[in-house]
C-alpha cells in the first residue's frame, strides 16, 4: 500500500517538474494538442498547457503560440497552419519536427557549445600552421585540402538542437533561426539564420537533406538555404534585411515567398563527388603518412648521431691504442 502511494507521488513529481520545464502559451487563434490519442484544444489569448515528449501540435487560422522549452533556456512559435511535434526534450538535447508550417526559434548555447567553445577562426589558424610546417619539411602542396578539413571538423561538433522535416535536417548550437515547410510542396524546407544582435554571441546552424544528412550547409547570419527532394541544401546566400523583416514577421508556411535562393546540387551527384573524393587521401590522411615519414626522419637522424658517436669514440680509442703502442716501443 505504501509503496503504492509513493509511486503516485513520484509520477506526481515527475509530471509536476516536466510541466514546469516544458509548456505552451496561446496568444491568438486555435491550437489542437493531441496526446496518447486524446486531444486539447486552446481557444483563449493568454492560456497555457504543460507539454509532454511526443506531444504534437496543430495550429489554427491566424494563430501565434508560444513554446517554452527547458525553463524558457529555448523557445518556438508556431504561425497559422503549423503541424509540430516534440519528439525528444532534454537537458542536453532538444529534438522536435516541423511537417508544415512556420516557426521562429530561439535557442540557447549550452556551456562548452557554439560561442563558449574554441573559436573556429582559431581552429583555422592552427591547420594553416600545421600545413605551413608540412608544406616547408617535405615540399609537398596542400592547396584546397584545408576546407576539407575544416568540414569534416565543423560536421563533428555535436548539435544541441535538431529540427526535422520531411525532407531536411537542422541542426543548432545556439541561434535565432525561422523554419518554413510544406508550402508549395511537403518535400521542400526553408531556413533563415536571423542576425546576431548580442555582442560575442555566435550563430550556427545547419542545413542537410534527410536522405543524405552528413552533407551540411553551414547558414550563418543573415544567410538563407534551401532544402528539396532528391537535391542538397542550397549554397547559403545573404538576404536584405527587409527581407529578413518581412519574413520573420510573415504568418504561414508562405514567409519566404519571392526570395531568391543559391544553386544546388543532385543527391545522385554529391554522392558521386563524395566517392571520388574518398579515392584522394585527405589532408588529415596526408598528415598521418607525413608526420610517420618525419618520425622515420628523426630516427634515422639519431641512428645516424648514435652511429657517428660510436665511430668517433671508436676513432678515439684506436687513437689511444696508437700511442700507447709508440710508447712501448720507444722503450
Known amino acids: 500500500m505504501l509503496l503504492g502511494i509513493l509511486s503516485v507521488w513520484l509520477l506526481f513529481f515527475q509530471s509536476a517538474a516536466w510541466s514546469v520545464q516544458n509548456s505552451l502559451e496561446?496568444?491568438?487563434?486555435?491550437?489542437?494538442?493531441?496526446?496518447?490519442?486524446?486531444?486539447?484544444?486552446?481557444?483563449?489569448?493568454?492560456?497555457?498547457?504543460?507539454?509532454?515528449?511526443?506531444?504534437r501540435l496543430q495550429t489554427g487560422e491566424n494563430t501565434q503560440v508560444t513554446l517554452y522549452l527547458n525553463d524558457r533556456d529555448n523557445m518556438v512559435k508556431l504561425f497559422s497552419h503549423s503541424f509540430f511535434k516534440l519528439d525528444d526534450i532534454s537537458e542536453?538535447?532538444?529534438?522536435?519536427?516541423?511537417f508544415t508550417g512556420k516557426a521562429n526559434f530561439s535557442v540557447k548555447p549550452l556551456p562548452g557549445s557554439s560561442g563558449a567553445g574554441e573559436d573556429e577562426s582559431k581552429i583555422g589558424k592552427k591547420d594553416k600552421a600545421t600545413a605551413r610546417e608540412l608544406k616547408d619539411k617535405l615540399g609537398g602542396d596542400l592547396k584546397g585540402s584545408l576546407a576539407k578539413l575544416g568540414k569534416s571538423k565543423l560536421s563533428r561538433k555535436k548539435k544541441r538542437f535538431k529540427v526535422r522535416t520531411v525532407s531536411a535536417v537542422i541542426g543548432v548550437r545556439g541561434t535565432k533561426f525561422v523554419l518554413a515547410t510544406g508550402s508549395f510542396s511537403p518535400n521542400r524546407a526553408d531556413l533563415l539564420v536571423l542576425p546576431e544582435k548580442e555582442p560575442g554571441t555566435?550563430?550556427?546552424?545547419?542545413?542537410?537533406?534527410?536522405?543524405?544528412?552528413?552533407?551540411?550547409?553551414?547558414?550563418?547570419?543573415?544567410?538563407?538555404?534551401?532544402?528539396?527532394e532528391d537535391r542538397g541544401p542550397t549554397v547559403s546566400v545573404t538576404i536584405s534585411p527587409e527581407e529578413i523583416a518581412r519574413i520573420a514577421e510573415a504568418d504561414g508556411p508562405d514567409s519566404f515567398q519571392g526570395v531568391e535562393f543559391g544553386l544546388s546540387e543532385s543527391i545522385d551527384s554529391i554522392q558521386e563527388r563524395q566517392r571520388?573524393?574518398?579515392?584522394?587521401?585527405?589532408?588529415?590522411?596526408?598528415?598521418d603518412a607525413e608526420g610517420e615519414f618525419l618520425e622515420q626522419l628523426d630516427r634515422?637522424?639519431?641512428?645516424?648521431?648514435?652511429?657517428?658517436?660510436?665511430?668517433?669514440?671508436?676513432?678515439?680509442a684506436k687513437s689511444k691504442i696508437l700511442i700507447l703502442s709508440m710508447t712501448f716501443t720507444n722503450r
Do not use: C, M
Request: charged share 30%; no cysteine; net charge negative.
Open 202 to 228: 555566435k550563430s550556427e546552424a545547419t542545413l542537410a537533406n534527410t536522405k543524405l544528412s552528413e552533407y551540411e550547409e553551414k547558414v550563418g547570419p543573415g544567410e538563407v538555404s534551401r532544402v528539396v
Open 92 to 98: 542536453q538535447e532538444n529534438n522536435v519536427a516541423l
Open 26 to 55: 496561446l496568444h491568438s487563434g486555435t491550437v489542437k494538442i493531441i496526446r496518447s490519442g486524446k486531444s486539447q484544444i486552446l481557444q483563449k489569448a493568454g492560456e497555457t498547457y504543460s507539454l509532454s515528449a511526443n506531444d
Open 276 to 287: 571520388r573524393e574518398d579515392e584522394t587521401p585527405r589532408f588529415d590522411e596526408k598528415i
Open 300 to 316: 634515422l637522424e639519431e641512428l645516424e648521431t648514435v652511429v657517428s658517436n660510436a665511430e668517433n669514440a671508436i676513432d678515439s
